[in-house]
Protein backbone atom coordinates (compact mmCIF):
# COMPACT_ATOMS: atom_id res chain seq x y z
CA UNK A 1 0.00 0.00 0.00
CA UNK A 2 2.53 2.50 0.74
CA UNK A 3 4.30 1.69 -2.28
CA UNK A 4 1.55 2.60 -4.37
CA UNK A 5 1.17 5.75 -2.46
CA UNK A 6 4.64 6.51 -3.49
CA UNK A 7 4.20 5.65 -6.96
CA UNK A 8 0.92 7.88 -7.20
CA UNK A 9 2.62 10.61 -5.50
CA UNK A 10 5.58 10.69 -8.08
CA UNK A 11 3.37 10.03 -11.32
CA UNK A 12 1.74 13.57 -9.48
CA UNK A 13 4.83 15.19 -9.02
CA UNK A 14 6.12 14.46 -12.29
CA UNK A 15 3.06 15.77 -14.07
CA UNK A 16 3.22 19.02 -12.22
CA UNK A 17 6.92 19.55 -13.61
CA UNK A 18 5.83 18.20 -16.80
CA UNK A 19 6.30 20.98 -19.43
CA UNK A 20 2.75 22.13 -20.54
CA UNK A 21 2.43 22.90 -24.53
CA UNK A 22 1.44 26.48 -25.33
CA UNK A 23 -1.60 27.03 -26.74
CA UNK A 24 -2.25 27.93 -30.76
CA UNK A 25 -3.85 30.67 -31.28
CA UNK A 26 -6.97 30.76 -33.19
CA UNK A 27 -9.07 33.98 -32.87
CA UNK A 28 -7.00 36.03 -35.13
CA UNK A 29 -5.23 33.72 -36.48
CA UNK A 30 -5.03 32.56 -40.15
CA UNK A 31 -7.31 29.16 -41.12
CA UNK A 32 -4.29 26.98 -40.74
CA UNK A 33 -4.37 27.57 -36.90
CA UNK A 34 -7.53 25.08 -36.96
CA UNK A 35 -5.57 22.24 -37.27
CA UNK A 36 -3.94 22.59 -34.48
CA UNK A 37 -6.86 23.69 -32.88
CA UNK A 38 -8.55 20.46 -33.80
CA UNK A 39 -5.43 18.57 -32.52
CA UNK A 40 -5.29 20.24 -28.99
CA UNK A 41 -9.45 19.85 -28.45
CA UNK A 42 -8.96 15.99 -29.32
CA UNK A 43 -11.89 16.65 -32.46
CA UNK A 44 -12.26 15.69 -35.59
CA UNK A 45 -12.81 18.16 -38.76
CA UNK A 46 -16.00 17.25 -40.14
CA UNK A 47 -17.43 20.00 -42.52
CA UNK A 48 -16.52 23.57 -44.40
CA UNK A 49 -19.77 25.72 -45.89
CA UNK A 50 -18.91 28.22 -47.63
CA UNK A 51 -20.76 31.47 -47.27
CA UNK A 52 -21.08 34.79 -49.38
CA UNK A 53 -18.59 36.81 -46.67
CA UNK A 54 -17.42 34.22 -44.70
CA UNK A 55 -16.68 30.61 -44.34
CA UNK A 56 -17.45 28.09 -41.34
CA UNK A 57 -15.46 24.87 -40.58
CA UNK A 58 -16.61 22.75 -37.88
CA UNK A 59 -14.93 20.35 -35.87
CA UNK A 60 -16.91 17.93 -33.42
CA UNK A 61 -15.71 16.06 -30.17
CA UNK A 62 -17.62 13.49 -27.94
CA UNK A 63 -18.82 16.31 -25.88
CA UNK A 64 -18.58 19.94 -27.97
CA UNK A 65 -19.25 21.08 -31.06
CA UNK A 66 -16.90 24.05 -32.03
CA UNK A 67 -17.49 26.24 -35.28
CA UNK A 68 -14.82 28.52 -36.55
CA UNK A 69 -15.69 31.76 -38.95
CA UNK A 70 -13.34 33.02 -41.47
CA UNK A 71 -12.84 36.17 -43.71
CA UNK A 72 -12.33 35.83 -47.17
CA UNK A 73 -8.69 36.24 -46.67
CA UNK A 74 -8.64 33.50 -44.68
CA UNK A 75 -8.57 34.95 -41.05
CA UNK A 76 -10.47 33.38 -38.13
CA UNK A 77 -12.82 36.08 -37.15
CA UNK A 78 -15.46 34.57 -34.52
CA UNK A 79 -15.80 31.04 -33.00
CA UNK A 80 -19.18 29.75 -31.83
CA UNK A 81 -19.90 26.27 -29.65
CA UNK A 82 -21.97 23.94 -28.11
CA UNK A 83 -22.21 20.88 -25.97
CA UNK A 84 -21.38 19.35 -22.64
CA UNK A 85 -18.51 21.14 -21.55
CA UNK A 86 -17.09 24.55 -22.98
CA UNK A 87 -14.40 24.14 -24.74
CA UNK A 88 -10.82 25.46 -23.64
CA UNK A 89 -11.26 29.17 -24.14
CA UNK A 90 -7.52 29.90 -23.66
CA UNK A 91 -6.95 27.68 -26.68
CA UNK A 92 -9.87 29.19 -29.20
CA UNK A 93 -8.80 32.76 -28.20
CA UNK A 94 -5.46 32.64 -28.12
CA UNK A 95 -4.20 35.92 -27.72
CA UNK A 96 -6.85 37.12 -27.20
CA UNK A 97 -7.18 34.87 -23.86
CA UNK A 98 -5.57 37.38 -21.39
CA UNK A 99 -7.91 40.36 -22.68
CA UNK A 100 -10.80 38.13 -21.77
CA UNK A 101 -10.02 37.00 -18.13
CA UNK A 102 -8.92 40.96 -16.98
CA UNK A 103 -12.14 41.81 -18.48
CA UNK A 104 -13.75 39.04 -16.89
CA UNK A 105 -12.14 39.22 -13.41
CA UNK A 106 -13.76 43.40 -13.66
CA UNK A 107 -16.65 42.24 -14.11
CA UNK A 108 -19.60 42.00 -11.52
CA UNK A 109 -20.99 38.10 -11.50
CA UNK A 110 -24.52 38.00 -11.09
CA UNK A 111 -26.24 35.24 -9.50
CA UNK A 112 -28.46 32.71 -10.81
CA UNK A 113 -27.83 34.15 -14.48
CA UNK A 114 -26.88 31.66 -16.55
CA UNK A 115 -26.27 33.98 -19.95
CA UNK A 116 -22.63 36.19 -19.59
CA UNK A 117 -21.30 38.82 -22.36
CA UNK A 118 -17.77 40.53 -21.53
CA UNK A 119 -16.85 43.15 -23.97
CA UNK A 120 -12.90 43.75 -23.88
CA UNK A 121 -11.22 46.15 -26.37
CA UNK A 122 -10.76 43.87 -29.19
CA UNK A 123 -12.79 40.74 -28.05
CA UNK A 124 -16.32 39.90 -26.85
CA UNK A 125 -17.32 36.41 -25.12
CA UNK A 126 -20.48 35.05 -24.91
CA UNK A 127 -21.95 32.17 -23.05
CA UNK A 128 -25.27 30.85 -21.89
CA UNK A 129 -27.16 27.58 -21.76
CA UNK A 130 -27.49 24.79 -19.13
CA UNK A 131 -26.23 21.65 -17.72
CA UNK A 132 -25.45 19.31 -20.98
CA UNK A 133 -26.26 22.43 -23.68
CA UNK A 134 -23.55 25.01 -23.10
CA UNK A 135 -22.91 27.47 -25.46
CA UNK A 136 -21.03 30.47 -26.65
CA UNK A 137 -19.34 32.77 -29.34
CA UNK A 138 -16.35 34.71 -29.26
CA UNK A 139 -15.78 37.25 -31.87
CA UNK A 140 -13.57 39.98 -32.81
CA UNK A 141 -16.06 42.85 -33.91
CA UNK A 142 -12.92 44.65 -36.10
CA UNK A 143 -12.48 42.00 -38.33
CA UNK A 144 -16.17 40.97 -38.47
CA UNK A 145 -16.79 41.45 -42.52
CA UNK A 146 -18.59 44.15 -43.73
CA UNK A 147 -22.65 42.51 -44.31
CA UNK A 148 -22.40 39.33 -41.57
CA UNK A 149 -25.09 39.93 -38.93
CA UNK A 150 -23.98 38.60 -35.69
CA UNK A 151 -27.24 36.12 -35.35
CA UNK A 152 -25.45 33.99 -38.00
CA UNK A 153 -22.49 33.13 -35.47
CA UNK A 154 -23.96 30.67 -33.77
Known amino acids: MEVRRGITAFGLALALLWPVPQAQATLGER ?12 TATCKT ?9 EMTSETTAVREFLTPEGVVFAVAWNGLVHPDLSQLLGSYDQEYRTALSKQQRKRGHRQTQVRANRVVVETWGHMRNLQGRAYLPGLVPQGVNLDEIH
Not at 31 to 42: Q, R
Open 31 to 42: ADSIAKDSKALS
Open 49 to 57: VQRDRYAMQ
